[in-house]
Nanobody
Framework: QLQLVESGGGLVQPGGSLRLSCAASGRTFNYYAIGWFRQAPGKEREGVSCISSRGRTTNYADSVKDRFTISRDNAKNTVYLSMNSLKPEDTAAYYC?????????????WGQGTQVTVSS
């Protein structure tokens, strides 16, 4: 079973940047699309971005389009989410999850996530 661990979150000022990492264990990483999701306090979890298994297809929520970039390094079993021009409304716990397709729905269990806080 694919296990994913998120890292790279932190506190950043509005307009700042962060890069999140989603590290996978297991030989099947290359078979799956990977999605990034986020959940703010009191809100439902929402999809942010996803990338296909070979990285040829990406998808972004309208709220992050042109600010966030998703990429993957299959040799390192890692997916990245580069976040620029961060806004207070980007504050949330960020999670990655395997998907069968991009776009698509998350499958498997959720990790602990990584917290992103955008505040001055």
């Amino acid at each position: 079973q694919l296990q994913l661990v998120e890292s790279g979150g932190g506190l950043v000022q509005p307009g700042g940047s962060l890069r999140l990492s989603c590290a996978a264990s297991g030989r099947t990483f290359n078979y799956y699309a990977i999605g990034w999701f986020r959940q703010a306090p009191g809100k439902e979890r929402e999809g942010v971005s996803c990338i296909s298994s070979r990285g040829r297809t990406t998808n972004y929520a309208d709220s992050v389009k042109d600010r966030f970039t998703i990429s993957r390094d299959n040799a390192k079993n890692t997916v990245y989410l580069s976040m620029n021009s961060l806004k207070p409304e980007d504050t949330a716990a960020y999670y990655c999850a395997a998907q069968l397709t991009c776009p698509g729905t998350a499958i498997g269990s959720w990790g602990q996530g990584t917290q992103v806080t955008v505040s001055s």
